[in-house]
């Protein structure tokens, strides 16, 4: 199973962008890059996925880097409802899917 | 559309006692998952399902038994409870496909006592 890395927690203020990265070197060619998020005390919510190409929806964009090695979701301005854990994870042709620790965003006012 | 739905939504146990969760899903999903969330961590995945009347472990299966006879239903079964499966459980379900996205239940939150 490819294996997700992310930085353990990050800060924003409200209003503005937040980056948040995620390493996938051991990516194969046919895993999609998934992002999910969990706000405090409910289950984990789908957020966005891509394989490629750069992909936008309405809660977020996700930045695919050319060797597909990383990605980072982008929250455009930043919300206090917008401090969640979020997990990337990596879909393969399997079922088994496997989260990591996460990255916890808390945001300031 | 009801989505995931576990049951119960709470419970205690003694230990050693046994119970089931249940997890429904109406979205006809073919995969079915049972994660468990220890405070402060992230998700750990116990069995899942590839389809009607298959079954796999995951990362922490031991202690656990699961079983999806019907495609709708993944069940994950706690034969004698121990304090160290005090944790909250969340099923999800999805297609196939490796674009799908999951979708989760809100949660069992279990104490063993």
Same mark, same amino acid.
């Given at each position: ?109 | ?6 049951? !119960? ?29 220890? !405070? ?20 922490? !299966? ?20 121990? !304090? ?30």
């Amino acid at each position: 199973d490819a294996k997700t890395t992310q930085p353990n927690s990050m800060e924003s203020n409200e209003e503005e962008p937040v980056h948040l990265p995620c390493n996938h070197s051991t990516i194969s060619g046919t895993d999609y890059i998934h992002w999910y998020r969990q706000l405090p005390s409910q289950g984990p919510e789908y957020v966005i996925h891509g394989l490629t190409s750069n992909v936008n929806n309405r809660m977020a964009s996700l930045a695919i880097a050319e060797d597909r090695k990383s990605s980072t979701l982008i929250l455009h301005r930043a919300t206090l409802r917008d401090a969640a854990v979020y997990y990337c994870i990596l879909r393969d042709v399997g079922g088994k899917l496997i989260f990591g620790q996460g990255t916890e965003l808390s945001v300031k006012p | 559309n009801a989505g995931v739905t576990q049951t !119960p939504k709470f419970r205690v146990l003694k230990t050693g006692q046994s119970m089931t969760l249940l997890c429904a899903q109406d979205m006809n999903h073919e995969y079915m998952y049972w994660y468990r969330q220890d !405070p402060g961590m992230g998700l750990r995945l116990i069995h899942y399902s590839v389809g009607e009347g298959t079954t796999a472990k995951g990362e922490v !299966p031991d202690g656990y038994n699961v079983s999806r006879l019907k495609k709708q239903n993944f069940l994950l079964g706690l034969e004698s409870a121990a !304090p160290s499966q005090t944790s909250v459980y969340f099923c999800a379900s999805s297609y196939r496909m490796r674009d799908s996205p999951l979708h989760f239940g809100n949660g069992t939150r279990l104490t063993v006592t």
